[in-house]
T-cell receptor, first 114, second 110 residues
Framework: GAGVSQSPSNKVTEKGKDVELRCDPI?????LYWYRQSLGQGLEFLIY????????KSGLPSDRFSAERTGGSVSTLTIQRTQQEDSAVYLC????????????FGPGTRLTVL | QKEVEQNSGPLSVPEGAIASLNCTYS??????FFWYRQYSGKSPELIMS????GDKEDGRFTAQLNKASQYVSLLIRDSQPSDSATYLC??????????FGQGTRLTINP
């Protein structure tokens, strides 16, 4: 079946602009995760959705970051007033139900802020 | 102190040898631990999870967990060039967050 898909695959934007990143999880997966990976770095956990709810938003780097999930499926990560330090690969993953179920990652969105 | 410490490498191992990857963590209440493999330019994929002290084997991979020492390791037997990748250690904090190390870059030399 289809895996996790993300769009766009690449996004170049100017400092100060808003961007929206989309994630389409594996069908039937109730848990969805957003991560950020800067060049040569490990994964930084951003947020986790169980259904449409995000129990813990403390991983979001600043109030410029927000995320939502609708219909228990597609999720959008929005970054307002982008800064150069936001440049990274943004990865989405989904799992069947809980945090400890196997997470399947999407291909990522490479964000470059000029 | 970082929450998860890994030697960034690169770690070079000859083909056919055992590769040993190590990870220490600071959260004493963590219950679930994971090893992910990430090929260059690709997304991570889960290769092992371990929840209790001791060893867990899956094919050529063995994960070892020692909660008292806050230490988890991954052994790869009969290393192959296709094992060359970055290996990320992670643990779950409560039910809502995964904490990752920065990864160890492993190179298997033919």
């Amino acid at each position: 079946g289809a895996g996790v898909s993300q769009s766009p695959s690449n996004k170049v934007t100017e400092k100060g602009k808003d961007v929206e990143l989309r994630c389409d999880p594996i069908s039937g997966h109730t848990a969805l995760y957003w991560y950020r990976q800067s060049l040569g770095q490990g994964l930084e956990f951003l947020i986790y959705f169980q259904g449409n709810s995000a129990p813990d938003k403390s991983g979001l780097p600043s109030d410029r970051f927000s995320a939502e999930r609708t219909g228990g499926s597609v999720s959008t990560l929005t970054i307002q007033r982008t800064q150069q330090e936001d440049s990274a690969v943004y990865l989405c993953a989904s799992s069947l139900a809980t945090l400890t179920d196997t997470q399947y990652f999407g291909p990522g969105t490479r964000l470059t802020v000029l | 102190q970082k929450e998860v410490e890994q030697n960034s490498g690169p770690l070079s191992v000859p083909e056919g040898a055992i590769a040993s990857l190590n990870c220490t963590y600071s959260d004493r209440v963590s219950q679930s631990f994971f090893w992910y493999r990430q090929y260059s330019g690709k997304s991570p994929e889960l290769i092992m999870s371990i929840y209790s002290n001791g060893d867990k084997e899956d094919g050529r991979f063995t994960a070892q967990l020692n909660k008292a020492s806050q230490y988890v390791s991954l052994l790869i037997r009969d290393s192959q060039p296709s094992d060359s990748a970055t290996y990320l250690c992670a643990y779950s904090r409560g039910a809502q967050k995964l904490v990752f190390g920065q990864g160890t870059r492993l190179t298997i030399n033919p």
